[in-house]
């Protein structure tokens, strides 16, 4: 079934002013993604929709290995995917803990939308489903939504970044930077937005992105954050790490050529030569 899709012309947290109509496909671990008719754009690795937002946010931002409480920061909800793969698997470590789930997306997925991507599928605890389905359908109604089940909490902040009131001190433990990739979506990969991402990350946290470019890798350094790579999700050759510590990307390859002015000589204290790329 193709489904309609409306725009707003300038928000930045959607990959074409008007992208058209899309449809649900089914990707090769049986979640399913939205996929363009008529072009090549689509949310979600088409190798595994599930595989991918696992890999690539939750364990790649070391948020899976933390003890609760759980604070994240999203930048583009989409499809809803990570949100319902990270409370999934927080519920099933920590039946008692509390996971604060802060996402934005300025213009949130129509219910049809949603629902013809079987978000069932995703997720043991069926709740979840309809927790994030009332956000989606109130987020276009309102600018702030939150709603809880059990100790998940989400929040939907239904405008641009730079005009979300999400509190300075989050404090996050993981940054998903997961809006269109730069071409589409280029106020989103600027130096100005990875500072605004920057000063909620907790000093502990990481921010995971699917993206590799160099360009979107330098904004991040530009505003202090150190810089790594790490193998792509399905047919994707790399993904970027990055936090405000070299320590905190341990095991990693850090990137040296985006960081040249910070470090000119070598390796920093308590990294490996091996991990300094």
């Not at 959607?14 to 992208?19: I, R």
């Not at 754009?41 to 890999?55: D, K, V």
Request: with cysteine.
């Amino acid at each position: 079934m193709v489904l309609g899709y409306t725009a707003v012309m300038n928000n930045p947290l959607l990959p074409l002013a008007d992208p058209g109509p899309l449809v649900a496909v089914e990707t090769g671990d049986g979640s399913f993604t939205l996929k363009q008719t008529d072009g090549v754009l689509h949310y979600r690795c088409l190798q595994g929709a599930r595989t991918e937002s696992r890999y690539v946010f939750l364990e790649g931002s070391g948020l899976i290995a933390q003890p609760a409480p759980w604070t994240v920061l999203e930048l583009g909800l989409g499809s809803g995917l990570n949100f319902l793969t990270t409370a999934d698997a927080f519920l099933k470590q920590f039946p008692e803990g509390e996971l604060h789930y802060h996402t934005l997306d300025h213009l949130p997925l129509a219910i049809d939308l949603f629902r013809s991507l079987h978000p069932e599928r995703n997720t043991d605890f069926p709740e979840l489903v309809e927790l994030l389905a009332e956000v989606l359908v109130l987020g276009r109604e309102q600018d702030v939504v939150t709603r809880s089940f059990r100790g998940v909490h989400l929040t939907l902040y239904a405008t641009r970044w730079d005009q979300a009131a999400v509190p300075a001190d989050l404090n996050a433990l993981a940054a998903y930077h997961d809006p269109f990739g730069p071409r589409q979506n280029p106020e989103c990969w600027t130096p100005e937005c990875f500072a605004w991402v920057a000063q909620r990350l907790a000093p502990e946290g990481r921010l995971a992105t699917y993206a590799a470019a160099s360009e979107a890798r330098k904004a991040m350094a530009e505003v202090g954050l150190w810089i790594a790579t790490r193998k792509g999700s399905g047919f994707k050759r790399e993904m970027t790490i990055a936090a405000h510590r070299p320590e905190l990307l341990d095991g990693l390859k850090l990137v040296k050529r985006v960081m040249r002015d910070r470090i000119p000589a070598g390796p920093p204290p308590g990294t490996r030569p091996r991990d300094w790329a």
